[in-house]
C-alpha cells in the first residue's frame, strides 16, 4: 500500500521501518524538511523520502497521524480529499488537544467529513512499534478502534506487517477516547510507577 506518515518524530521514525521491510511504499509527510526530527528521520528510515504533507497525502492510500493531537486541526486543510483513504490516528491527547474536540480522531473525523478514520498505534510506547518482539512471547499485542470496520481490518493488517502479535478491535467510536486511556495507563506503568519503557501489554485467552 501507499503509506502516509505525517510527523517523523519518534512514533513516524519507529513505524516506518517495519511498513517499509513489509513491502509498503512510504513517506514521510513533514511541515518542515530541515526539522532536527525530519533529518534524524531521514538518516534513520533512508528508504522513506520526505515530502510535504500536501505531497505525501495526496499519492497516499492509508495516512497515519503521528504529530501532537493539535496539529489536525492545521492539517486536514491540507490533506485533500481523502473520502477514499484511510487515516489512522496514532496520537494521544495526554498534555495538549485539538480543542474544542477532545482528541485529534474527533477533530479528523468532524473536520473531513471523512468515515474511513480509525485510531491505532496509540497504545504504546515507539521503542515497542519500533521492535515489537520480546523474547519467549513473540509479538506483543497493538489495539484498534472506531466505527470503520473495514479500515480497522486495514490497520490490524499493517499492525501484524510491523511484527505485532494481534491487533485487538476494542470497539467503535465510542471506544476511542478508552483507547486514549488505555495509553496512558502504558504511560502510568513505564513512566510515572518507573516500570520503564520496555514494558508491553499482550492479551492471553484461557483455550
Ligand atoms: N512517543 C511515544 O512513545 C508515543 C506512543 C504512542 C503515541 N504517541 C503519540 O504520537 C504523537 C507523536 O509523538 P512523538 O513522540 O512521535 O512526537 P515527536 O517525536 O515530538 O514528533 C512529532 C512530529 O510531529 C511533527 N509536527 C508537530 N507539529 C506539527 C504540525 N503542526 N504540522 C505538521 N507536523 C507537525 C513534528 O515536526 P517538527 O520536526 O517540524 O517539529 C515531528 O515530526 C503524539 O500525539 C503522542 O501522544 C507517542
Redesign the pocket.
Known amino acids: 500500500m501507499k503509506i502516509a506518515i505525517?510527523?517523523?518524530?519518534?512514533?513516524?521514525s519507529a513505524l516506518a521501518p517495519g511498513l517499509v521491510r513489509s513491502g509498503h511504499s512510504v513517506s514521510f509527510g513533514?511541515?518542515?524538511a530541515a526539522?532536527?526530527?525530519?533529518l534524524k528521520a531521514g538518516t534513520l528510515a533512508s528508504a522513506v523520502p520526505l515530502r510535504t504533507?500536501p505531497e505525501a497525502s495526496a499519492d497516499a492510500d492509508v495516512i497515519i497521524v503521528?504529530?501532537?493531537?493539535e496539529?489536525a486541526l492545521?492539517?486536514v486543510p491540507q490533506l485533500g480529499d481523502v473520502r477514499s483513504k484511510l487515516i489512522i490516528d496514532?496520537?494521544?491527547s495526554?498534555r495538549t488537544r485539538p480543542e474544542p474536540y477532545p482528541t485529534a480522531f474527533h477533530a479528523i473525523k468532524a473536520l473531513t467529513k471523512s468515515e474511513g478514520v480509525v485510531k491505532c498505534f496509540?497504545s504504546?510506547?515507539?521503542e515497542n512499534m519500533l521492535n515489537p518482539t520480546y523474547p519467549g512471547f513473540g509479538g506483543i499485542d497493538m489495539f484498534c478502534a472506531g466505527n470503520d470496520k473495514k479500515g480497522k481490518q486495514v490497520a490490524r493488517q499493517l499492525a501484524l506487517d510491523i511484527g505485532f502479535g494481534e491487533c485487538w478491535d476494542f470497539g467503535g467510536d465510542d471506544k476511542v477516547e478508552l483507547l486514549e486511556k488505555f495509553?496512558l495507563s502504558w504511560i502510568n506503568l513505564a513512566i510515572l510507577q518507573g516500570h520503564g519503557r520496555g514494558i508491553a501489554f499482550k492479551v492471553i485467552k484461557r483455550s
Open positions: 505525517l510527523g517523523s518524530g519518534n512514533v513516524g513533514v511541515r518542515d526539522s532536527a526530527k525530519s504533507v503521528t504529530t501532537p493531537p496539529a492545521s492539517l496514532a496520537t494521544n495526554v496509540n504504546t510506547g515507539f495509553a
